[in-house]
Nanobody
Framework: QVQVVESGGGLVQVGGSLSLSCTAS????????MGWFRQAPGKEREFVASISWRAGGPIDYTDSVKGRFTISRDNAKNTVYLQMNKLKSEDTAVYLCNAVRQVATVKVWWSWGQGTQVTVSS
């Protein structure tokens, strides 16, 4: 079973930026649409963004992050990234990545990792 490790979270002020990374413990991301998800305290896990395994393939974002977040991937490095700009307090959450089973949902292929905490302070 592939396990993912997320990193790059931290504390940032409103309007700031953070860059998250996600790598796999084994295997490869190739062939999978990869996605980022988040879960805020007391709320359900939600889809944030996804990117197709093939270059030039579909990229999707939830409406609340469009124009602020950018997802990218490097299949050779088995890594997927999430660049987050113009952060808002409502972006505060644990961010997780996984292989997407169904875009715009939280249906995934692998076990969830620990995630990385993003805290946006005002």
């Amino acid at each position: 079973q592939v396990q993912v490790v997320e990193s790059g979270g931290g504390l940032v002020q409103v309007g700031g930026s953070l860059s998250l990374s996600c790598t796999a413990s084994e295997g490869t991301f190739s062939g999978y649409t990869m996605g980022w998800f988040r879960q805020a305290p007391g709320k359900e896990r939600e889809f944030v963004a996804s990117i197709s395994w093939r270059a030039g393939g579909p990229i999707d974002y939830t409406d609340s992050v469009k124009g602020r977040f950018t997802i990218s991937r490097d299949n050779a490095k088995n890594t997927v990234y999430l660049q987050m700009n113009k952060l808002k307090s409502e972006d505060t959450a644990v961010y997780l990545c996984n292989a997407v089973r169904q875009v715009a949902t939280v249906k995934v292929w692998w076990s969830w990792g620990q995630g990385t905490q993003v805290t946006v302070s005002s």
